[in-house]
Antibody
Framework: EVKLVESGGGLVRPGGSLRLSCTAS????????MSWIRQSPRKGLEWVSS????????HYSASVNGRFTISRDNAKNSMILQMERLTDEDTAVYFC??????????WGPGILVSVSS | DIQLTQSPSTLSASVGDRVTITCRAS??????LAWYHQKPGKAPRFLIY???RLETGVPSRFSGSGSGTEYTLTISSVQPDDFGTYFC?????????FGQGTRLEIK
């Protein structure tokens, strides 16, 4: 059974940093591109970043480019999103998802990131 | 970025009704379109990819169609479990984008 679980969310002050993790099981992790997607009441669903199986191809949305860094450790079946210089616009539920190039076929339950003073 | 516009924003239906949701793209996305269903507090569930291909395990009452810039999701006979919000998503090119959602409510 494919399973994805996010961790590391919470409350952070504007300008602060946070590191999200996604732990995967139930499939050959290194064979898949993985992605982060976030959802907020104001912006809806928003794709954030993607990383190919071998970490060669990295993509970021314009809204996070230069502030967020995506990485993965295939030996640990995990993906990381390092988030810097956070603003209230980054407040959202963050999902990790598997991306087999046909859409996002499996999603984690999501984790809340709240940016507030 | 490619913009996706869904209509209607809200849809009221009774169990057994046939419903259709439309997703319009701001440019040709060559059928690189997926549909998802989401219930409150849950992650989206993957339903359809490549505009018309049903994901394994998705009931056959769901179908997708379209080409170019216009796509539809149809539920042939709405069931109680189908209520919630539906989203389209394009994966023609990064940056991937989602529609704003269509909320399917019980009439």
């Amino acid at each position: 059974e494919v399973k994805l679980v996010e961790s590391g969310g919470g409350l952070v002050r504007p300008g602060g940093s946070l590191r999200l993790s996604c732990t995967a099981s139930g499939f050959t992790f290194s064979s898949y591109t993985m992605s982060w997607i976030r959802q907020s009441p104001r912006k809806g669903l928003e794709w954030v970043s993607s990383i190919s199986g071998g970490s060669v191809d990295l993509h970021y949305s314009a809204s996070v480019n230069g502030r967020f860094t995506i990485s993965r450790d295939n030996a640990k079946n995990s993906m990381i999103l390092q988030m810097e210089r956070l603003t209230d616009e980054d407040t959202a539920v963050y999902f990790c998802a598997r991306d087999p190039a046909t859409g996002f076929d499996y999603w984690g339950p999501g984790i809340l990131v709240s940016v507030s003073s | 970025d490619i913009q996706l516009t869904q209509s209607p924003s809200t849809l009221s239906a009774s169990v057994g009704d046939r419903v259709t949701i439309t997703c319009r793209a701001s440019q040709n996305i060559n059928t690189w379109l997926a549909w998802y269903h989401q219930k409150p507090g849950k992650a989206p569930r993957f339903l359809i990819y490549k505009a018309s291909r049903l994901e394994t395990g998705v009931p056959s009452r769901f179908s997708g169609s379209g080409s170019g810039t216009e796509y539809t999701l149809t539920i042939s006979s709405v069931q109680p479990d189908d209520f919630g919000t539906y989203f389209c998503q394009q994966y023609d090119s990064y940056s991937y984008t989602f529609g704003q959602g269509t909320r399917l409510e019980i009439k």
